[in-house]
């Protein structure tokens, strides 16, 4: 549902795919979410430019932003829970990503976003959504501008974490401080986007800013024939830590999505660097439960 598959030329709203999706969750029951309305990254090119490749003015964003947003969530209203409205504006050092949108728009952006949303289905829930959210200076970042929007009466729901961690970072102290920090502001928290990383990074903080590559190297891919089982019995450690997180937040987590099923089709594999081996998630590349899955089961039972 990113803008440049929905509307890849102005005016020309495709939801062919998106509509599938869609049909599937509820032909299945299940809690349907869109992903995303507004984000800097994936959006198309036209979005920014008239027609002799100048940068648009404030009015004209706007405008187009709001036709976007106003088409895509009437499109699916009554039949989407909720939307992440935007996507990624804050920086890891808490300052505002200097986005087109940013650019353009100014800090308004954000809180345009999600009035256009709400006038579109004022019954549907509004994210606000990011990563590295355990960094202090970034979630005081996102508190402060989510705390804007609501001062002004705006809409925003939840603020979700997504939750791309690795073995050793973040500390889960810091994902409980996030927690608590967000909870604070009268919103509720999510894990939108979570799976575990195995695999060295290029560098320490590395999360999910898809802007960021580094070259192949093989010491950065030592598990291609399987998982070592040291390495699962850590990966399942991990999983059980953050877990158990959410469940003594339960009253504050409104909901945990993993990105992906299979380790097979893990968007991991080739970020930050193609052609990996990654190990991220709860199934694995024959679609089978690892050996923690249980573990976590009757984590929740017990709760």
């Keep these: 549902m990113k803008s440049m598959y929905l509307q ?28 995303t309305l507004i984000w800097h990254s994936q959006a198309p090119k036209w979005f920014f430019v008239d027609h002799q490749g100048h940068e648009v003015s404030r009015e004209v964003l706007i405008e187009r932003m709001k036709t976007h947003i106003h088409t895509v969530v009437s499109h699916y209203k009554g039949r989407i829970h909720g939307w992440d409205v935007v996507n990624e504006a804050i920086l890891d050092n808490g300052e505002w990503r200097k986005s087109k949108f940013y650019e353009i728009i100014g800090e308004d952006f954000l809180k345009l976003a999600f009035q256009f949303a709400h006038e579109a289905d004022p019954k549907a829930e509004l994210y606000y959504n990011d990563y590295n959210t355990a960094i202090p200076s970034k979630r005081n970042g996102i508190a402060r501008v989510v705390k804007q929007v609501l001062d002004s009466g705006g809409k925003i729901h939840a603020i979700g974490m997504q939750e791309h961690h690795g073995l050793h970072f973040p500390a889960v102290e ?51 024939e399987g998982l070592p089982k040291d390495v699962m019995s850590q990966l399942g450690k991990r999983y059980l830590d953050f877990f158990g997180l959410y469940l003594k937040h339960h009253d504050k987590i409104d909901r945990v999505t993993l990105w992906g099923v299979s380790d097979k089709d893990s968007w991991l594999n080739h970020f930050p660097i193609r052609g990996r081996t990654d190990y991220p998630l709860l199934f694995d590349r024959n679609y089978q439960a690892k050996p923690f899955v249980s573990d976590l089961i009757s984590l929740a039972e017990s709760m």
Excluded: C, Q, W
């Design 8 to 35: 890849p030329r102005e005016g020309e709203f495709d939801f062919r795919e998106a509509d599938r999706f869609v049909e599937f969750g509820e032909k299945n029951g299940m809690k349907i979410i869109g992903h």
């Design 174 to 224: 810091e994902v409980e401080n996030t927690i608590n920090h967000f909870s604070d502001l009268g919103v509720k928290v999510m894990v939108t986007e979570m799976d575990i990383s195995v695999l060295p990074r290029p560098r320490p903080n590395m999360s999910a800013e898809i802007s960021e590559t580094a070259e192949y190297k093989k010491e950065l891919n030592p598990y291609t």
